[in-house]
């Protein structure tokens, strides 16, 4: 008993020193999974991951932790169907247990058009051996009765998009379970290290600045999502990228009532039931950019009308906390990965509102990439450059719902 | 409502009544440069600090002005009718 109120913690504390192999900006869930992922399968153990605040602190530690994979392009689909498939086996892997719930995900269409959007999303997901199809309001009423599917409200139900693998996992402990491993195999975890310069010479990267010194290295990845251009302005590495707000909120715990994770395009909200009890709801993002995380009045209003209208059961529950987080958003709703015109300088950005399931993956290619020296197939249709060869990615479909 | 806005024409108004517009940037040129072109298209400064940038009054006079706004603290400093905010009151990059 007393061992299991013992406190623990997951990393150790160190001085830092003055070179690394690799500096890992932002210790949040990509910048941990890609230490965890180079120290595991490339055996680089002199990583030093710097966060300027506690680990987990930015959008990994406030998303709203869905994970799909039925997204619009192939590129997309293939790509999050990869992270799916790692986030399966992650509990295992890390020994540390996720709480991964796949209870199923529907994404509801109100219009005909999105009813077309849902059937050319299923097309594709097909393709890609995504676990996605279109069912309609017979089907809908059975997977979630507590959906309602008459024609009362002003926008009702069409049809969806059912995605039978979609779910919810805890995202703490995934911050905290590839945190742990890392630790255990060498990597240096140094929270309230504020990079504050990254010094290039010849067009190579050769070690950052920070409030605790100056660290020598020859490869910096930049995993700060939110922070992105902040962090690129260091390097003079222009970005396609604007940072914007996204709110989010838990009602108190009530009994188990729904399994499945609601989202409507066309009422900009989403919902999901925690294992707490919780229901947890988002919506879209602020319009205008910013750094300022003030979470708003408005946001609870329009979010709860929406709700009601979708879940009358919900008119009673009370609203216990919101929040908000940062979100780099980019003009195809796709990320930002790979190589730079810097040598040694990679970049991991462009998460917008979706970029919590993609981290296993991050984590996996983008060590790929600095092991092997080459662009793994999966992500090179995500490269930086491809702004300036105008080959974009859109994704606009399948994630302009912000989750 | 999470910010005041002051439309040029109509004054302070909540900013839901307003359609953002993106940061003020500069025209790209019509030669033949490609990257040019497309760093204007896509290419952002995000600033962490004064920014101008365009707002369209959709719910009142439906005109466009310009703004200059603190977004870390998400606070206006100006409003002005397009191409006429006054000089910013620090230097850029101060
Ligand atoms: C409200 C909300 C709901 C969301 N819901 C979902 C969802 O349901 N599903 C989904 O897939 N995604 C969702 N997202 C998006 C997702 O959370 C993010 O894309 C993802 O967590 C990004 O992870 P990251 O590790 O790249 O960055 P972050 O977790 O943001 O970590 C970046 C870290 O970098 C640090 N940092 C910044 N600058 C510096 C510096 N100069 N020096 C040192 N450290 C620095 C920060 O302190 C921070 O800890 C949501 C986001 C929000 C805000
Ligand atoms: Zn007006």
């Not at chain 1, 986030?87 to 058009?113: C, I, K, P, V």
């Not at chain 1, 490269?383 to 479909?397: I, Q, T």
């Amino acid at each position: 008993m007393i061992g299991l109120l013992k406190k623990h913690r997951y990393f150790r504390d160190h001085d830092l020193k003055s070179s690394y192999d690799v500096v890992i900006i932002g210790a949040g869930a990509h910048g941990l999974a890609t230490a965890y992922y180079l120290a595991k399968r490339h055996g680089i153990k002199k990583i030093a991951v710097l966060d300027r605040s506690y680990m987990g602190a930015g959008a990994s530690g406030r998303n709203t932790t869905i994970i799909r994979s039925n997204y619009l392009t192939p590129e997309g689909a293939r790509f999050y169907e990869a992270s799916v498939k790692l986030y399966e086996s992650l509990s295992q892997d890390l020994n540390f247990n996720m709480l991964f719930s796949q209870h199923g995900h529907l994404t509801l269409a109100h219009s005909d058009r999105s009813v077309n959007t849902m059937m050319e999303r299923a097309e594709v997901n097909r393709l890609v051996g995504v676990d996605s199809r279109v069912v309609y309001p017979d089907e809908i009423k059975d997977l979630c009765p507590q959906l309602d599917i008459s024609d009362h409200p002003t926008f009702p139900i069409l049809a969806a998009l059912y995605h039978p693998p979609g779910g919810v996992i805890r995202h703490d402990a995934v911050v905290w379970g590839y945190g742990k491993e890392a630790d255990k195999m060498g990597v240096e975890i140094h929270q309230y290290t504020d990079v504050t310069g990254i010094n290039v010479e010849n067009g190579k990267v050769t070690g950052v600045d920070t409030n605790r010194g100056t660290i020598h290295c020859d490869t910096v990845i930049s995993c700060v999502a939110g922070w992105s251009t902040l962090v690129c302005d260091l390097v003079g590495v222009p970005l396609p990228l604007t940072t914007h707000i996204l709110q989010a909120c838990v009602t108190e715990p009530v009994k188990p009532l729904l399994d499945k994770i609601i989202v409507s395009g066309t009422l900009h909200i989403y919902i999901s039931q925690s294992d707490r009890g919780e229901f947890v709801m988002g919506s879209e993002i602020e319009p205008y950019s910013g750094y300022s995380n003030t979470s708003t009045f408005r946001f609870i209003e329009d979010l709860a009308m929406h709700m009601i209208e979708l879940l009358p059961m919900l008119g009673h529950a009370k609203i216990l906390r919101q929040w908000t987080g940062y979100c780099d958003v980019s003009p195809d709703y796709s990320p930002i990965m790979g190589l730079t015109e810097v040598e040694g300088f990679i970049i991991d950005a462009g998460w917008g509102t979706y970029g919590f399931k993609a981290s296993p993956i991050v984590g996996f290619t983008i060590a790929d990439l600095i092991g092997t020296g080459k662009t793994p197939e999966l992500i090179q249709p995500f490269r930086w450059a491809r702004f300036y060869e105008n080959d974009l990615v859109s994704e606009r479909g399948a994630a302009a719902v912000s989750h | 409502m999470s910010f005041i806005l002051s439309c040029p024409n109509c004054g302070p108004r909540a900013v839901d009544e307003y359609a953002y517009g993106g940061e003020v940037t500069e025209r790209a040129r019509t030669s033949g440069d490609e990257r040019a072109l497309f760093h204007y298209l896509y290419f952002r400064t995000n600033t962490g600090g004064d920014q101008r940038e365009w707002w369209f009054h959709s719910s009142g006079c439906r005109e466009w002005f310009q703004a200059e706004r603190n977004t870390t603290r998400n606070e206006v400093l100006q409003v002005a009718r397009p191409g006429e905010l006054a000089p910013s009151r620090e230097p850029a990059g101060g």
